[in-house]
């Protein structure tokens, strides 16, 4: 039977007379963190997310794939030295009116650039599957974390502190991480390459220019990096959280749509949406003045350069110094170690919103990877062991942040087969209760004993429905089932849906279940899952509430039969009968068990006589039913077996604070 191991006379004295013990202090919030920027932090975030790749188990391909590309950029560069030569060759012909001179450069040319087209091809083919392969492992990577130990839900709760829209970052900011990172690295060897050929070419041609141009360069980036860069960087950063903001926004009306549409909030939803959208509006108008600046100088920076060969190479082709063609050949070059050497100011707008991705999924990456902060650590937590059986030992439990109590000191054990109703008034910490019991909330202190989290089901007032089948629906989680379809037909008929298949089509019929079931219907399919996975305990945060009256006792009854652990919060008086205790949570940590039996319920007693009544109507459509019977854990007592109400000890108590 439930015991308490723990009453009134055996409180400290500080829970006897209804004086709680302070509470540990509210953990802070955490800071607003500061916008990126390019420096070595952003260089180090990059380095933490990318190196996995690299190192890890996808090492052999990523690393072949690398070397592939780098094959074709020698190729490419090569051949582009190649048609400079050829094109300033036809230039010289055409200026000595050579014919045949002017004739073979052609045909030079054609073949360089026969060669060249499908090496051009084949790289830009290569260097997208090279980052759609990465992009598939990052992001992998990221949802093992996203989806491992429950990490969603305390980022999606808040507990994992301020992280806005994971959903964005796992879908566009990898992407964009990996396909910027592809064509950055590739764009920067590219560079590196062509600034190695061209020099080579430039420097037999014009000392002068080489020395022009390593000194433009470094002021361009010097410019671009300190005056234009910080800023557009961090408004680059806010516009992807307001882009996602006004997204999400969006989502909730499209999934909330017939909840509004009762209500009439059209109106309220338009000026919600409209303020999320006005950030979006007012920061990207910050963000183009800003690149309007950016652009004035990048157009300034190539456009003077279209002058200066010309200038510094004047003087020798007037002479006779140096043919035509040698000059357009030299500033085909200069061109070329141009762009290469002024590789961050003509990007860096694109690089900009780089940085700010890269911070984005750095933030997102340190939240999955390191669970528990300073904080957590420093603070004692609920512990959970597995058992036989259900008990809490000395449970202390607070809201996520530490900064309120809600339950203090709770002992009881529950043997095999009993079975607690959670009742009290709304927001004393019923559904934080079933949270902690589940694993979900550990923001306290004490022990949680329950059977492995294989036979522990739990069933929410909203059932999740999933995209899918029927079938999947009724054996969600799992993915496959040793039921025959005989026996998942004979399931929804003892949960009281025996034409949802035949309506919908069959078992593998694909629907969108949340739209077309109603909430009872889902409640009821959401028992059948249970009914499917046999577990021993089932925690019921009211999973009945939109069940009438006999289907709730006909579930219940159903689940009762088969001893069963039944953990349930409820505010309906006929659901007594159906538990062995009640825990009445009172507020400000304080508690009570009664026995089931005789518990007043919210203030006004059952009706016996009709709870009786429906109690006999179901049980007998219940022992009728054709549907399997869940098989019984070993060591569990069936419900006709169990202890009489009666005999169960005088209730414990956790004194009311005064």
């Not at 959670?422 to 910490?429: H, K, L, Q, R």
Request: contains cysteine; charged residues 20%; neutral net charge.
């Amino acid at each position: 039977m439930a015991t308490p191991t723990s009453s009134a006379t055996d409180l400290p004295p500080s829970a006897a007379h209804g004086t709680n013990p302070p509470a540990p202090q509210a953990t802070p919030k955490p800071r607003r963190r500061r916008p990126p920027r390019l420096s070595a932090a952003a260089w180090r975030q990059f380095l933490q997310i990318a190196k996995p790749y690299w190192l890890g188990n996808q090492r052999k391909s990523a690393w072949a794939l690398l070397v592939l590309l780098i094959v074709l950029m020698l190729c490419e560069t090569q051949l582009a030295v190649l048609l400079n030569d050829k094109t300033g060759e036809m230039t010289s012909a055409l200026a000595a009116r050579d014919h045949t001179r002017f004739w073979l450069s052609v045909r030079d040319s054609l073949i360089v650039l026969g060669f060249a087209v499908p090496v051009y091809a084949f790289y830009y083919y290569m260097r997208d599957a090279f980052s759609n392969h990465w992009r598939r492992w990052l992001t992998g990577k990221f949802l093992d974390g996203y989806l491992d130990g429950r990490q969603y839900y305390e980022i999606g709760s808040g507990a994992a502190g301020d992280l806005d829209n994971p959903d964005q970052r796992i879908s566009e900011d990898i992407n964009t991480f990996t396909g910027r990172s592809t064509n950055f690295m590739l764009m920067l060897m590219g560079s590196a390459m062509q600034l190695v050929a061209f020099c080579a070419v430039l420097w037999s041609l014009s000392k002068a220019l080489v020395v022009f141009l390593a000194v433009y360069a470094t002021v361009g980036t010097f410019l671009a990096l300190y005056v234009f860069g910080s800023p557009l960087i961090q408004l680059n950063f806010w516009q992807l959280r307001r882009e996602a903001d006004f997204r999400f926004g969006l989502m909730r009306v499209r999934e909330n749509a017939e909840s509004i549409a009762f209500y009439r909030g059209e109106r309220q939803e338009r000026a919600h949406i409209e303020s999320r959208f006005e950030a979006v509006f007012t920061n990207y108008q910050k963000m183009i003045r800003k690149q309007r600046s950016l652009n004035l100088f990048q157009r300034g920076f190539s456009q003077l350069t279209l002058v200066v060969p010309s200038v510094i190479l004047a003087d020798a082709v007037l002479s006779g110094r140096l043919e035509v063609g040698a000059a357009v050949q030299a500033a085909g070059a200069f061109a070329a170690v141009l762009t290469a050497v002024s590789l961050i100011v003509d990007n860096f707008e694109s690089l900009s919103r780089f940085v700010a991705g890269i911070d984005r999924l750095h933030a997102l990456s340190e939240v999955m990877h390191k669970r528990k902060s300073r904080v957590d650590r420093d603070r004692e937590r609920i512990v959970t062991t597995h058992a036989d059986r259900l008990a809490l030992r000395d449970l202390t439990l607070y809201t996520p942040q530490f900064d309120r109590m809600l339950v203090e000191k709770l002992d009881l054990a529950l043997q095999p087969g009993e079975s607690l109703l959670i009742t009290g008034v709304s927001g004393c910490g019923k559904s934080s209760l079933l949270r902690a019991i589940a694993g979900l909330w550990r923001t306290g202190s004490g022990t949680i004993e329950h059977p492995p989290l294989e036979d522990v089901f739990f069933l929410p007032q909203r059932p999740y429905m999933q995209p899918g089948t029927l079938r999947s629906q009724m054996i969600y989680p799992d993915t496959t089932t040793d039921l025959d379809d005989a026996a998942l037909l004979a399931i929804l008929d003892d949960v009281s849906l025996p034409e949802l298949a035949g309506r919908v089509g069959g078992l593998e019929a694909t629907q969108d279940w949340e739209k077309l079931l109603s909430m009872g219907e889902q409640q009821r399919l959401a028992f059948a899952r249970v009914l499917v996975r046999k577990p021993r305990m089932v925690i019921l945060d009211e999973a009945t509430s939109a069940l009438d009256g006999r289907n709730e006792s006909r579930l219940y009854q159903r689940l009762c039969r088969d001893g069963v652990t039944l953990v349930s919060i409820a505010h309906r008086p006929a659901v007594l009968q159906h538990h062995s205790h009640v825990l009445q949570l009172k507020g400000d940590g304080a508690w009570e068990i009664h026995p089931a039996k005789g518990f007043v319920f919210d203030g006004h007693d059952p009706d016996p006589a009709a709870a009786a009544e429906l109690s006999t109507a179901v049980a007998a459509e219940v022992k009728a039913s054709t549907a399997p019977a869940l098989v019984p854990p070993s060591g569990i007592e069936p419900a006709e077996a169990r202890q009489p109400l009666d005999d169960f000890p005088p209730h414990a108590t956790k004194k009311d604070p005064p």
